[in-house]
C-alpha cells in the first residue's frame, strides 16, 4: 500500500509543492471572513501548522537532494517574511506581525527537525 502511494506521489511532489504554496500565499492576502470566535494568537498555531506543511512538501520534493534541505528551509521562511511585507503593503485589511514571522518560522524549522529524523531513520536502517 505504501509503495503505491509513493509511486503515486512520485512524479507530482513538484506540483503538489507549487499548488500548496499558491494555496499559502493566496489565503496570507485574502480577506478573511469573521467568525466571531476568538482565541488569543491562535493564528499563531494557524501560521506555524501552514509552513510545517508547506516547508515538508517542498523538503519531500527535494528528497533525492537532501544537502538541499536547509536551502529549502531557509526560502521557506524567507517567503513567510516577503508574504509578510506583501501583507503591509498591498492590503488595508491585513498587516504584517514580526510574530508572524517567527510562528511561520517555527513551523519550517519543525518541518526541517521531522524531516531530518525521518530520513536519519531511515538511513540507518
Not at 3 to 31: C, E, F, H, P
Not at 96 to 103: P, Q, W
Request: aromatic fraction near 12%; charge should be positive; charged fraction near 15%.
Amino acid at each position: 500500500m505504501l509503495r503505491r502511494i509513493k509511486n503515486l506521489l512520485k512524479d507530482k511532489l513538484l506540483l503538489i509543492a507549487i499548488v500548496i504554496t499558491i494555496v499559502v500565499l493566496g489565503l496570507s492576502l485574502i480577506k478573511m471572513p469573521e467568525t466571531g470566535v476568538t482565541v488569543a494568537n491562535i493564528d499563531k498555531v494557524y501560521h506555524s501548522f501552514a509552513y510545517f506543511t508547506l516547508t515538508i512538501v517542498w523538503l519531500l520534493s527535494f528528497y533525492k537532494t537532501p544537502q538541499k534541505k536547509h536551502l529549502v528551509t531557509l526560502s521557506c521562511i524567507f517567503f513567510g517574511i516577503i508574504i509578510e511585507v506583501l501583507q503591509t503593503v498591498l492590503t488595508n485589511y491585513r498587516t504584517g506581525d514580526i510574530l508572524d514571522v517567527f510562528a511561520n518560522s517555527l513551523g519550517s524549522l519543525l518541518a526541517l527537525f521531522v524531516f531530518s529524523m525521518i530520513f536519519k531513520k531511515k538511513q540507518i536502517n
